[in-house]
């Protein structure tokens, strides 16, 4: 297969579509969590209760269809390879969790792929929908109507007083967790990161790198979400984490326009070296992969780089994760030759791009 042929049916169709202020926000996520009543929560449940958790919803869901997002098709992680469960993990249709702990746990995903239902993770039922750029209210849109679609067949766990009921704590209400993905470079190069971080927990909200709790803001990438699903109503909650995105992409435009007067030259320097990088080495790591990357995005974006596609950004990030790559290669792969696929990968890439 082509590196064309590959990346095509490796993107996600959401993730080619543009969106609002994207040249900061890459993707907007709405996740609702639920459960059905009358069974132990998958924490506690034994194997032979999820079992019969994903028979109900199977057949709740069978030959049915939610009007927008067509077929809806059931994937059972027992029936995948290990390198298939990764590669749903990085492209972020299921969570690490499910991949690695749940023995009857499967996804429901639209053909664009820009809905996914985790099915026994950490709660029975979870609803994910994602937009290119920042589009929260139509990833809330589309999440509540699929939500309500499902209600309609299955019987969730709910109580008057509280709300949804949640494996965690902190999901019960509302069950939903709305999130951003932004490309803050000149934040971090700006070194006002570090400010800024504390102060958006303080509005209930918070700041982790691309793959969640936990992991590493690789490419300057950044994950926003909100901690808080209690109390307030579904629409308060995407509406206060579109202000404080609002104000993150201000405040990115701002020191981008600092960077190009006060440092113009050694920002171009450290664009240019990253665009080499990328185009003529033969070995690079994933990490070394996603700072050039952030740098040759911020390039594009400032005008820096002409005849590029801003999205080589996403496109690269994407396919240069360690399982991808492996199942381009068709074939496990040790890290040094991951290393030099990824290189040839990109290169072949960027080659495209100047044709």
């Known amino acids: 297969m082509s590196i064309e042929q590959f990346m095509k049916s490796t993107i996600s169709p959401w993730m080619k579509e543009s969106g609002p202020d994207n040249d900061i926000v890459l993707s907007s996520r709405v996740r609702l969590a ?8 998958p924490i506690i449940a034994s194997e032979k209760q999820e079992e019969e958790i994903l028979q109900v919803i199977e057949n709740k869901i069978e030959n049915s269809m939610y009007e927008g997002i067509g077929t809806i098709s059931l994937h059972k992680l027992a029936n995948m390879e290990r390198i298939e469960k990764n590669v749903l993990v990085e492209k972020h249709l299921i969570s690490p969790n499910l991949a690695n702990e749940s023995k009857h746990g499967a996804v429901l995903l639209s053909k664009n792929e820009a809905v996914s239902i985790m099915l026994n993770e950490e709660d029975h039922i979870r609803i994910q929908c994602l937009f290119s750029g920042l589009r929260l209210s139509e990833a809330l849109t589309l999440a509540s109507g ?9 019987d969730y766990a709910f109580d008057d007083k509280k709300g949804y009921l949640t494996s965690c704590p902190t999901n019960v209400g509302t069950g939903l967790r709305a999130s951003v ?4 470079p000149a934040l971090v190069l700006t070194n006002q990161m570090n400010r800024l971080i504390p102060a958006v927990s303080q509005l209930g909200l918070v700041v982790r790198g691309m793959y969640g709790e936990g992991s590493e803001a690789l490419g300057n990438i950044f994950q926003i979400s909100n901690q808080i699903t209690l109390g307030k109503t579904e629409e308060d909650i995407v509406e206060d984490l579109r202000s404080v995105v609002m104000q993150l992409i201000q405040q990115e435009r701002t020191a981008r326009e600092k960077l190009l007067k006060t440092s113009k030259v050694g920002l171009e320097d450290r664009v240019y070296r990253s665009f080499g990088l990328l185009s003529h080495s033969r070995l690079i790591s ?3 992969a996603a700072k050039c990357l952030s740098d040759v995005r911020l390039g594009i974006d400032l005008n820096l780089i002409s005849n590029m596609s801003a999205n080589i950004l996403n496109e690269l990030m994407i396919v240069s994760q360690p399982n991808l790559l492996q199942a381009y290669a068709g074939e496990g792969l040790e890290p040094e030759k991951r290393d030099i696929l990824r290189a040839k990968i ?8 100047k044709e």
């Open 34 to 41: 639920r459960n059905l009543s009358n069974y132990p929560f």
């Open 146 to 154: 699929i939500d309500d679609w499902l209600e309609e067949k299955l």
């Open 181 to 184: 993905m932004m490309h803050l």
């Open 286 to 288: 994933y990490k070394e």
């Open 346 to 353: 990109i290169r072949e890439r960027m080659k495209l791009e």
